[in-house]
């Protein structure tokens, strides 16, 4: 599905991705750990396309990614959800996932109603304005939107952030049934107990590079709480 290799990223001399290399696999939730500064909001980009790396390659679906623009790799399938959520505040909910149209073609351009099975509250609430929301109903929008575009792999940094432990819930059983569904999951954390509980497959980020991979039932407490402590 996609695959990272050897990533180096920089901002002037400061280095944010060190030749770090991961696969995000079919069917799966990816999940992406590590401290603040590490470097895992650069990979996210870098995969988006907001930040192009400096050396290294992203294949996504057989396709070589690095001349791509952003808008390019949104039509290709990958949605994105950013840390914050971004979500326009004087927007209604629906003009909110009306955003996610300018990738699409004209005869795309519908909200699935699937988003709404997902979320009831955003059907619910269709005519509020995106500011009128609460944090985690926010946090529900924008992963609707990013769904508007049908994509193949939904990229999220930091979906639980700020969010009441209910909701985190709410946002877990819906990235699982989207990954049921055929939809491939990438997600940057720093809640564990989360990435254990809906987690495929795990990595650890340290200075730029991926210093763990294994499977959530692999994990060793003490040697990734040392990588998740500050």
Known sequence: MLTVENAKLSYGSSIALRGASLEI??????????????GKTSLLRSIIGQHPLSFGSITFS??????????????????????????????????????????LPRKD???????????????????????D????QQQQLAIGRALVLRPKLLVLDEPTEGIQPSIIKDIGSALQTLRDRGIAILLVEQYLDFCREIGDHIYIMDRGEVVYSGLPKTLDDSSVRRYLTV
């Open 109 to 131: 351009r519908t909200i699935p109603e699937d988003i709404f099975n997902l979320f009831p509250v955003l059907k619910d609430m269709l005519n509020r304005r995106g500011g």
């Open 25 to 38: 696999g079919p069917n799966e939730i990816t999940c992406v750990l590590g401290r603040n500064g590490v």
């Open 62 to 103: 057989g396709q070589e990614l690095a001349n791509r623009q952003v808008h390019d790799r949104a039509r290709s399938g990958i949605g994105f959800v950013p840390q914050g959520r971004e979500i326009f505040p004087l927007l209604t909910v629906k003009e909110n996932l009306q955003t996610g149209f300018s990738s």
């Open 133 to 136: 929301l609460s944090g985690g």
